[in-house]
């Protein structure tokens, strides 16, 4: 709160035993404030300072007592570093474990990127690694302990951080996007990594518009083209259902785990599910009768998280689901083969106590490391050398793709798909466009162009030619 109520008195001596101080005061709104210096030059100094605000008309910050041009110069010197921790600090309840960790790395790039001197005594990449896990990290922040090389190196970026002011100067704000772009030995980043980067950049940018700190986003006078995200799923990772049911096969064979995740990856193949979504699965999430299709239905995923990224120190706190409301849940069918998985599974390993399908022998939640691994050397028995080193099925993710092409291709009605996937039909069709139907679709497509080019050649062949109005409804 600002106000122009404001009294500056006289100096006043204050006379010690072997010095005498002095001490400006004044006051703002009824508020009184001062400031004791150690010579009479430096008072008066100050004094002035605060006369020449008065006469100005300036206003004074009722809190702080300083004029205001002062309150807006400390503002823009606050550095980088300052202002990336503030920022941090105030998204992260808001923020999932892993978004906690990916806006960390962001903010720590950009930091190491806006320090003076360029050639500095710190080793760039253990900073980088202190500002991620310490820095950007209020729970550790608070209870770590940093060792005497690591506290000199945070120290010292913290101490060397540029003002937010300095990313007005255009080479300091290209330099900031570049951090984004490419590493410190020049190779680009993946789409993205950059993105993330990016995005982390832009917030911290937003937030010091928000504190008075910059007054404009100095990226916006950027105009390099960002990389373009792939966001079409290649024809090439999707298996044939007989390539599935190889690869399933060969997981039950991979040592005492393989067996605890075949039916895992048959979720991820016939039911269409991420894997964050299926290690959440409950038995009380499924619907498996006797005979035909059953269902799935679920609300809630298990992505794994670092435990200093959660609230509560667990590695797989469950959220909500992708694209969805806390508690909205979403349904997929459940096809004989996949009900027939599920019960041999349950029948065999039963479940966790929480009701969990898929756990580890001692009830924790399966990492993403261990059935990556599974995954990994039950490719490298089952495909061909050829097939093993194609992108086919080269995550387990890829599961879910081969799922969802397969529904397309059947012939199920895109917004259904988009339900069960937990899409919106828009990104389903987006994604998914070069998956449907595969080769066929060209196959199809070529007959109806030659029966419009040719239609007498299509009718000496005894075909009978799709006319303009079919094609046009059909498709």
């Given at each position: 709160?600002?106000?122009?109520?404001?009294?500056?008195?006289?100096?006043?001596?204050?006379?010690?035993?072997?010095?005498?101080?002095?001490?400006?005061?004044?006051?703002?709104?009824?508020?009184?404030?001062?400031?004791?210096?150690?010579?009479?030059?430096?008072?008066?100094?100050?004094?002035?300072?605060?006369?020449?605000?008065?006469?100005?008309?300036?206003?004074?910050?009722?809190?702080?007592?300083?004029?205001?041009?002062?309150?807006?110069?400390?503002?823009?010197?606050?550095?980088?570093?300052?202002?990336?921790?503030?920022?941090?600090?105030?998204?992260?309840?808001?923020?999932?474990?892993?978004?906690?960790?990916?806006?960390?790395?962001?903010?720590?790039?950009?930091?190491?990127?806006?320090?003076?001197?360029?050639?500095?005594?710190?080793?760039?990449?253990?900073?980088?690694?202190?500002?991620?896990?310490?820095?950007?990290?209020?729970?550790?922040?608070?209870?770590?302990?940093?060792?005497?090389?690591?506290?000199?190196?945070?120290?010292?970026?913290?101490?060397?951080?540029?003002?937010?002011?300095?990313?007005?100067?255009?080479?300091?704000?290209?330099?900031?996007?570049?951090?984004?772009?490419?590493?410190?030995?020049?190779?680009?980043?993946?789409?993205?990594?950059?993105?993330?980067?990016?995005?982390?950049?832009?917030?911290?940018?937003?937030?010091?518009?928000?504190?008075?700190?910059?007054?404009?986003?100095?990226?916006?006078?950027?105009?390099?083209?960002?990389?373009?995200?792939?966001?079409?799923?290649?024809?090439?990772?999707?298996?044939?259902?007989?390539?599935?049911?190889?690869?399933?096969?060969?997981?039950?064979?991979?040592?005492?785990?393989?067996?605890?995740?075949?039916?895992?990856?048959?979720?991820?193949?016939?039911?269409?599910?991420?894997?964050?979504?299926?290690?959440?699965?409950?038995?009380?999430?499924?619907?498996?009768?006797?005979?035909?299709?059953?269902?799935?239905?679920?609300?809630?995923?298990?992505?794994?998280?670092?435990?200093?990224?959660?609230?509560?120190?667990?590695?797989?706190?469950?959220?909500?689901?992708?694209?969805?409301?806390?508690?909205?849940?979403?349904?997929?069918?459940?096809?004989?083969?996949?009900?027939?998985?599920?019960?041999?599974?349950?029948?065999?390993?039963?479940?966790?106590?929480d009701g969990r399908l898929f756990f580890r022998l001692d009830g924790g939640p399966i990492r993403h490391a261990t059935y990556a691994k599974i995954w990994a050397r039950t490719r490298a028995q089952v495909?061909?050398?050829?097939?093993?080193?194609?992108?086919?099925?080269?995550?387990?993710?890829?599961?879910?793709?081969?799922?969802?092409?397969?529904?397309?291709?059947?012939?199920?009605?895109?917004?259904?798909?988009?339900?069960?996937?937990?899409?919106?039909?828009?990104?389903?069709?987006?994604?998914?466009?070069?998956?449907?139907?595969?080769?066929?679709?060209?196959?199809?497509?070529?007959?109806?162009?030659?029966?419009?080019?040719?239609?007498?050649?299509?009718?000496?062949?005894?075909?009978?030619?799709?006319?303009?109005?079919?094609?046009?409804?059909?498709?």
């Amino acid at each position: 709160m600002l106000s122009l109520d404001v009294r500056i008195w006289a100096i006043a001596p204050i006379k010690r035993a072997k010095k005498t101080t002095y001490k400006v005061r004044w006051g703002v709104a009824g508020q009184q404030f001062g400031k004791t210096y150690a010579s009479k030059q430096l008072a008066e100094s100050r004094r002035s300072e605060l006369l020449a605000a008065q006469r100005r008309g300036e206003s004074f910050d009722c809190e702080l007592g300083l004029p205001e041009s002062e309150i807006r110069a400390m503002r823009t010197n606050v550095t980088w570093y300052q202002n990336a921790i503030e920022f941090m600090d105030t998204v992260w309840p808001a923020l999932a474990p892993g978004s906690r960790r990916k806006l960390a790395e962001a903010l720590a790039t950009v930091t190491v990127a806006l320090t003076e001197p360029m050639i500095d005594p710190v080793d760039h990449a253990f900073a980088f690694r202190w500002l991620v896990n310490w820095s950007f990290n209020g729970r550790n922040r608070l209870s770590a302990i940093q060792d005497e090389e690591a506290a000199s190196a945070v120290e010292w970026i913290a101490a060397h951080s540029l003002p937010m002011s300095a990313l007005t100067d255009p080479q300091l704000a290209r330099r900031a996007y570049n951090s984004t772009t490419t590493d410190s030995f020049g190779r680009p980043y993946a789409v993205n990594t950059y993105r993330n980067k990016k995005k982390g950049l832009n917030g911290a940018i937003r937030y010091a518009i928000e504190m008075g700190r910059v007054d404009a986003n100095p990226l916006d006078r950027i105009s390099t083209i960002p990389p373009k995200r792939k966001s079409a799923v290649d024809r090439t990772v999707v298996i044939s259902p007989a390539q599935a049911r190889s690869l399933l096969d060969g997981v039950r064979g991979q040592g005492p785990t393989g067996p605890r995740l075949v039916a895992f990856f048959a979720v991820l193949y016939f039911a269409g599910l991420r894997p964050s979504e299926a290690l959440a699965l409950r038995i009380a999430d499924c619907h498996l009768p006797e005979q035909g299709w059953g269902n799935l239905r679920f609300a809630e995923s298990v992505p794994y998280a670092n435990a200093a990224w959660t609230d509560d120190g667990q590695t797989s706190p469950r959220q909500s689901l992708k694209h969805r409301a806390r508690g909205q849940s979403r349904t997929v069918p459940a096809c004989p083969e996949l009900v027939a998985h599920l019960k041999a599974h349950v029948e065999a390993f039963g479940t966790a106590s929480d009701g969990r399908l898929f756990f580890r022998l001692d009830g924790g939640p399966i990492r993403h490391a261990t059935y990556a691994k599974i995954w990994a050397r039950t490719r490298a028995q089952v495909l061909t050398p050829e097939q093993f080193a194609s992108p086919l099925a080269r995550r387990p993710y890829d599961l879910r793709h081969a799922a969802v092409s397969t529904w397309l291709s059947a012939g199920v009605p895109a917004p259904q798909v988009a339900e069960w996937a937990g899409h919106s039909v828009e990104m389903l069709l987006s994604t998914y466009a070069k998956c449907i139907d595969g080769s066929d679709q060209e196959t199809r497509a070529h007959r109806r162009i030659d029966a419009l080019l040719n239609p007498a050649d299509e009718a000496a062949s005894g075909g009978e030619p799709e006319t303009g109005t079919q094609m046009g409804h059909g498709d």
